[in-house]
């Protein structure tokens, strides 16, 4: 029944025929495991065009949805493991090309009649390399993004029609939603349809030559000797005695094809379910990164360095051009050598060719991990890309897109916004010295300011004198550094020890007025401890003196410390300090006004929203991810303890 | 000829293993377009205070919610409309009184077109076949009778009740918002 179905479809389609080359390919000199290269390639390309049109099915190209596109993707096991398939393969699929290139020419299979398959190979594996970096930047990440404004930079360097591609390829003078359309026409339109079409040609130049020469009678022996698993097919008409029995293709060559490919295949998905694909932060141009190209353009990024100015076009189009053009060429000056000089020659340029490349490599590897500036603003960036993960998997993005995340996240634009705008006078570090620490530090070291552990420096006679607090600033000398010492003036250790601890319960009752979000589970539980320091502040110490405190005291001598460090307090201590509830008149230090002028907020130096941000990040008032709770409650832990 | 054989079975079998590799996954990941999506939380919103509806005439309500869509929230979006006929004005506001006001999906039942108000007649009809339907909400017969009522079934009516504003002791409708399935005769959820 299926056997007539067969002739029928077969007496209307010649099917058996056109799958003859295939069906009764033989192979005189046996099948072998080096051939499946090329197969392997095939199949390879296939699981691209598989997974590269299934994660089409999510995907939408533009500068608000790439990379939210891409994370909804990663929401699910399944698209996380195709676009890790995707993601690894197209590595792969590189590093394979080079395997069987320089087999191909190791296997002197470039001879005539076989040019073309040579050259359209040689084209073939270029043509690779830019499929799969014009892939990157889909995603809207940090490090694609970067990689092609440097990429449309180096084509824009280029000579006479350098700066009109570039224009053509970024869509515009900036990388915006054209750049994103224009690179997903290139990565799944016109580079596949030229690598489908280069690549059926260089499979019929395969069979064409595979079975025509064979009906001829086939070149001489020692052609055979250096066959291709097609130039093989060459001498299928001239088996020597030592060859063993004519085998067909399919399947003695297929089984170790699907073989290989299987277990390549295999290796990618394991990868693939382990690690997954990388997501950096969404692109960002006021986020600091440093990029670097792709491992297989490494080589050219090093070679750029020796050629520097106008120059660069040599490095970046010239010698890789030459280089091509010296293989494609390369049968013509191989046709002019015997066979042993051809040997020769051919492992000398494989040599040179492997050592050229992976000299150049490791170079700029070896210098990266040298430069601890780079090693910084990569871990820098690894950071962030763990962040914007976390904040997106928190809950679906605002319309506006991904790049909101870190841009109104405290936890990431907190430190660059001390570093700007305070961190001249100010240090934010822990007691080893980590976070940001001033040049010249002028002014109190602000790392868990509002903190029981905080307030207590200003309570130690030595320590608030010290350059973590009023050390360097006019209050050095001022009534508060003088009170906190009459405080211990002439009293005994054990008086000396009590007035220890009725501080240490001022600072707690002080720090509840902050109300901390990571702190209000303690503050909720020491409620007795907090309660007696609020008596002690208002009634035996006389803190309200000078302070005002709830409704005890006065304002205008001394800071407010109702609500100190709260949100609100420190809002309107960053916005304008000479406020009648902060330092009024002439008792401010140095600390300018950054948010001075409420009806105009664009004339401050800080906006409101980047006000915010800061305050929000020197309360730590920011998302941790739930599982991550843990080291959050330790870092808590260790910033009570100093 | 006994190896020929296993050695197609093999690549049978090698090229089957590849092959659902990827299927497998590809498949689920087509087919997560049938995954409800996300729960969108508290559907009861309060929608008008009840003074501000007058008797006998329907008043329309936009429904303002979250719109999720794939990886988008729209947060402040209208999520559909909602007809609201008062019946009589009655002079207990209590338990009692929560039948006097009806809430009407206005998505039509038909093919999902919104429902107007006929303001000279005082029904509602549907403008995209003329479905016509009583205050009541169920389906009317036109007067010529010369066409058919294309509506399968009567105005979706949606659960409905008055709450009073514990600081403003105002009288608020509350509605249950839902979704139904266009086209059949029996009210089914939209999953």
New interface residues.
Partial sequence: MMQSFLNWLDARTDYRQLLAPIRLRVLPAGPRWAYSTASCLL?LFI?QL??GL?LM??YSPSTT?AW??V??IEQ????H??RG?HHFASHALIILCGVHVVRVLLARAFQAPRELLWVTGLLLFPLMMVWAISGNPLSGGLKGVSQIEVEGHIIGSTPWAGPLIQRILIGGEEVGHLTLTHLYFLHVGLLPLLVIGLLLFHIGQVYRHGLSVAELGGPQDDVSRWSSPNLANLVAAHPTPTMPPRLKY???Q??RN??V??VV??II?VIAWLHGAPLDAPADPTLPHTPRPEWYFRSLFELRRYFVGDWEFVATIIIPAAVLGFFVFFPMLDRKCSPRVSAVLRVLVVLFGVGTWSGLTGMSYFRDWNDTEYLVSSSETDVLSVRARELADR?????EGAITLLRDDPKTQGPLLFARHCASCHSHADASGQGIVANEPSAPNLYGFGTAAWISGTLDPQRIVSEHYFGKTKFAEGDMVSKVKELFDGIEEAEAAKMRDDLKLVAQALSAEAALPRATAADHDAQAPIVAGRELLSGRLACTDCHKFRDQGELGSAPDLTAYGSREWLLGMIGNPQHERFYSGDRNDRMPAFAEDTEHPERNLLSPRELNLLVDWLRGDWYEPPTTSVPAKSRNATLAGN | MRR?TL??W??GC??T??AS??GI??V???L?ALQKSGSDGDRVRRVARLKDLPVGKPVAVPILGAR?D??????DEVLGRVWLVRRKAAANEGAEATAQVAAFSATCPHLGCAIQHDAKENRFQCPCHRALFGLDGERVAAKSGVQKNPSPRAMDLLECRLVTDETTQEVWVEVTFQKFEQGLTKRVLKA
């Fill in positions: 199949w699981v598989v997974t299934l099915l999510s949805t939210a596109s994370h909804f699910s096991a399944a698209g493991f195709l398939v399919f399947p003695h297929t089984v699907m073989t490919v299987t295949l295999g998905s809950s679906l993005l605002p319309p | 020929r050695l197609k093999i690549s090698l090229a293993l590849c590799v990827l996954p590809g689920s990941f087509v997560q999720e794939a990886w988008t929230v729209h947060p």
